[in-house]
């Protein structure tokens, strides 16, 4: 899926917000004055154990099939921290530029529900592992044109999930899987720097391709691998916590119905309270009092020591880091690439980047283009994959097949629908490692070069539907000649080239109605 966000300002329109069944209208006629929003996201990171203990980290898995004793509270299980996650941690706050801070400690946040059996969540709240970082967003990212835009990073802290609660729709019960629980987490804390929703939204997905790039989390929202929280204030007032915005179009929705409800209350003489909010897609809703510091009863982990990170793996972590988004799409979209922006944000999106540089090499190796390389990964192959699919594309269908079939395409060998068809096959048929041109041969995939064969083809299907000829030549329905060519296609299998199909049809037309010829709209 591509994501573009444009930048937005509000003209005259009217937005809704609600709060416990009340209903508010508001006309808005500027852009955000007075908007402050800040973010608090927590990204699942991707290993294969657990913070605290050796469990493994599987969704997929029969509910509570990976619960271990420390898991469950069981008393007398000590946590045992997975270094992993810490270096993956220590990697995030590398590329958003935070102080990193040798020595970090763990802390106990407290609260009862009963996704959470020890009754406390361990967290980083008084130490934790790196603080005072930024992430730049630039007009590309999807923020109004001008200057970049700086959102400091307050803190970065590693801490445990809570389990999962399943809600039965026709019942009263509630069931509680603790597969999730103790997997751990990074929180990303941003100060409030985001002026206008597409700033929020342009922040959240710019830090989810950049996470995923760094192999720190997969970034899902439909998994939970990401979730947002996003804070919201206006002309200076108190803030309000929407809670588990699960996509960036809920991001932008969410703190627009917010920024009015707020309006309203301030017009209607009320002032604003400090409250937690819920998002259904729809509506905003006030689900509680947002709790301070002082109810969670933060304490220091008596189970856990401090944790030291050596001069040396903090330096390591910087000399290993690998060329960021930002540096991949100025190589992207400048010379010799010169990609769009929209096709170098799905490459970049979809981690194609080092597939698209060896398929660009191939190419123009051979004297042809490059970038026919990001056309076809952009235009047509990611449409024709299953879900998941682009992780596939470096190793099955690899530089080199995919190479060769852009070759024999533009060569004449065979056509765009069969070089896709192609693609599907190794897609599945993943045993199957015979290069491009063997799978053709064998299942004479060839294209059809007897102007003959195609000729009878294309009188015939005209034939066959010769009520929507007589739409074509009159000039009623131009486009039909469209549904003639795919006709031909599929009669063929994909093996004649569209364009002469197109072409041979019109010659057929004009010979058989020469008034054909002298039609403008044809």
Partial sequence: MRIYIRPHVLRSRSFVAFKGGKRWTSTVTNAYDGLKCGVEIHLQLDTKTKLFSNSKTSFQATPNDHVSYFDLAVPGSQPILNKHAVLLALKAATALNCKIHRRSMFDRKHYFYADQPAGYQITQYYHAIATDGVLWLQPRDGISLGDNLGVRISQLQIEQDTGKTVHEIDSDKTYIDFNRTNHPLIEIVSAPDMKTPQEAAAFVHKLQTLMKHLGVSTCEFQSGAIRVDVNVSTNGGKRCEIKNLASINDIVHAIRAEYVRQLNEVSEGRAIESVTLGWDGHNISVQREKEGSLEYRYIPDPELPSLLLSEDLIRKTLENQPKLPDELMDELTTAPHGLNLANAQTILSYGLVDYYFASYKILENVGISGRLAANWIVNDILGILPAGGEQLLPSV???????????????????????????????????????????????????????????????????????????????????????????????????????????????????????YANNPKC
């Fill in 397 to 515: 269908v690899t530089p080199s097949r995919l190479t060769e079939l852009i070759i024999s395409q533009k060569q004449g060998k065979i056509t765009k629908m069969i070089a896709m068809n192609v693609i599907k096959f190794f897609i599945e048929n993943q045993a199957d490692l015979r290069p491009a041109s063997e799978v053709i041969e064998h299942y004479q995939l060839s294209a059809v070069e007897d102007d003959n064969i195609l000729e009878d083809i294309c009188s015939d299907i005209l034939e066959e539907h010769s009520d929507l000829v007589e739409q074509v030549v009159s000039g009623k329905k131009p486009s039909v000649i469209k549904f003639f060519v795919g006709m031909v296609m599929k009669n063929g299998k994909g093996r004649f080239n569209p364009q002469d199909s197109e072409a041979i049809i019109r010659r057929i037309l004009v010979a058989r109605h020469p008034e």
